[in-house]
């Protein structure tokens, strides 16, 4: 239990440390987009200068490097609070706060030995053992205690375990990369049935959905180099087409998402 709680104490200031960052990066994207906005305005109303479109970029340039870190600090935060967790259940579980699933959803009255042995439910060998991330694993382990295997199966799992059993960083590490996205049944069902299904766009309205944001896109480039007003109605109407194609088909886009 100490090495648990070492690395408790440690994941926990890892944590503290990166909402502190984190939080930091915020309001300087905050900033930068303030700035960003009056950039755009006074570059707008003073088309004499370049000064401000060369600011403008720099500020846009500034603003995707923020970006680019706040997501990279906001992975590892993610990470780390898996770490935490992870460890913190170990420390629940040889306190005899058991936290893991216990498989009762197996349960079988009719099997030869696994409702007698209480392999399964509260209190289980699948709850003791259980520290699956993903559904598939979660099933797997429970049709491995279902299943007798094989005297040669029987060996080569154990020097699986013997081998992984001294490498705690790296299995705790490949834990909590599987259990950030919260895999349950549903999930893996659902992935199942959308596989299955028929697009829900056709072939063209896929084109434009990358054409016209490539297209807004370059007409700013464009307006930023030139100065030419004309553009500013092109970004306009391009900008109301990409707003109404997003409209239109946000449901269904919600729909490819989430179910």
């Not at 807004?216 to 109301?240: E, H």
């Amino acid at each position: 239990m100490l090495e648990y709680e070492k690395l408790v104490d440690y994941y926990g200031n890892k944590f503290q440390e990166l909402t502190r960052i984190y939080n930091r990066i915020s309001f300087g994207r905050l900033l930068v987009a303030v700035v960003m906005v009056y950039l755009f305005y006074y570059a707008f109303s003073n088309t004499t200068s370049y000064l401000p479109v060369i600011f403008l970029g720099l500020a846009v340039v500034l603003f995707i490097v923020l970006l680019r870190w706040h997501n990279r600090v906001s992975s590892d935060r993610r990470m780390v609070k898996s770490l935490l967790q992870i460890n913190q259940n170990e420390i629940a579980f040889l306190q005899g706060n058991n936290p893991f699933d216990n498989g009762a959803e197996y349960i079988d009255h009719q099997h030869l030995y696994t409702f007698d042995l209480d392999i399964f439910g509260a209190h289980s060998l699948f709850q003791y053992l259980n520290r699956t991330g993903t559904f598939l694993g979660y099933d797997r382990l429970a049709k491995r205690l279902r299943q007798p295997l094989s005297r040669e199966e029987i060996f080569l799992n154990q020097q699986a375990v013997s081998e992984l059993k001294p490498l705690l960083s790296l299995r705790q590490k490949i834990n909590a990369l599987v259990v950030q996205y919260r895999d349950s049944k549903e999930v893996y069902r659902h992935l199942e049935n959308w596989q299955k299904s028929s697009p829900s766009f056709s072939q063209v309205v896929a084109v434009f959905m990358y054409l016209l944001p490539m297209l807004l896109f370059s007409l700013i480039l464009v307006f930023a180099f030139t100065l030419q007003p004309q553009f500013l109605n092109y970004i306009a109407l391009v900008f109301i087409i990409n707003l109404v194609l997003l409209g239109r088909f946000s449901k269904q886009i919600k729909r490819e998402l989430y179910g």
